[in-house]
């Protein structure tokens, strides 16, 4: 069992900046693969972000036009997800999800269903 805990959501205006952070605790807690996805009112939820178990492979929407990034700090057992220019259509609940790693093809990384464990959520609201 894992447990995920995201903090630092917010308000911030349009091209601000927040770090997300999602702490995973738990067995061999540290030997998952990490992903954020969001979801607006609404809509499904969507794929934004994830990083393999060593830290070493990243993965990122290709709507996201290069505006975030995700590192992993391994001590910590905790996953950043860096915000930057933040728009309008990124406000929705951000959800830190896991997987035990097993070195899988890119697209696994991004597929909602391969995530066994999630967190509560933490709200972005971006404002115009």
């Known amino acids: 069992q894992v447990h995920l805990a995201e903090s630092g959501g917010g308000l911030v205006q349009a091209g601000g900046s927040l770090r997300l952070a999602c702490a995973a605790s738990g067995r061999a807690a540290d030997t998952y693969a990490m992903g954020w996805f969001r979801q607006a009112p609404g809509t499904e939820r969507e794929f934004v972000a994830a990083?393999?178990?060593?830290?070493?492979?990243?993965f990122f929407s290709d709507l996201l036009e290069g505006r975030f990034t995700i590192s992993r700090d391994a001590a910590e057992n905790t996953v950043y997800l860096q915000m930057n220019g933040l728009k309008p259509e990124d406000t929705a609940v951000y959800y830190c999800g896991s997987f035990r790693d097993l070195n899988f093809s890119d697209g696994y990384y991004k597929n909602l269903q391969s995530y066994d464990y999630w967190g509560q959520g933490t709200q972005v609201t971006v404002s115009s």
């Open positions: 990083i393999n178990w060593l830290g070493m492979r990243t």
